[in-house]
């Protein structure tokens, strides 16, 4: 009786594991682009005139994120960011210019910065 308990636990145990590893995988990618209520459209001229490292917002996946404060924190030198102030730097965002993504903890403090949605010229 103990042993089969044990086994129907473990197994149960592991369909419960793997069904949250799946759901994470085969999770909606969530809206990218599609601004909350209430949150701010920001136009491609508008994200333009903030390129400097003093005032650095960034598109990335289409959200706007106010970088300016972080870049003295972050842990590469500031210069490789600054080119992307004031642009969509998904990409650079995602490979790191070298074919390797952002931690979990980067995107989640990514999200501390967010400011807007980016929106189409006017």
């Known amino acids: 009786m103990t ?3 044990f086994i129907c ?3 149960a145990f592991w369909i ?3 069904g ?3 759901i994470s995988v085969f999770r909606m990618p969530e809206k990218q682009g599609t601004a909350a209520p209430g949150e701010k459209i920001i136009t491609p001229a508008e994200l333009a005139g903030h390129a400097t490292p003093e005032d650095c917002w960034m598109a990335i996946r289409g959200a706007v994120h106010d970088v300016s404060a972080y870049l003295p924190e972050h842990p590469s030198r500031p ?3 600054l080119p992307w102030c004031g642009k969509e730097a998904t990409e650079a965002y995602e490979t790191k210019m070298k074919g390797r993504p952002h931690s ?3 995107d989640e403090m990514l999200e501390k910065y967010r400011i807007g949605t980016l929106g189409k010229a006017p």
Do not use: Q
């Open 79 to 81: 210069d490789i960011v």
């Open 104 to 106: 979990p903890y980067a």
């Open 9 to 11: 636990s473990t197994l």
């Open 16 to 18: 419960v594991v793997s």
């Open 3 to 5: 042993r089969t308990l």
């Open 20 to 22: 949250l590893g799946m």
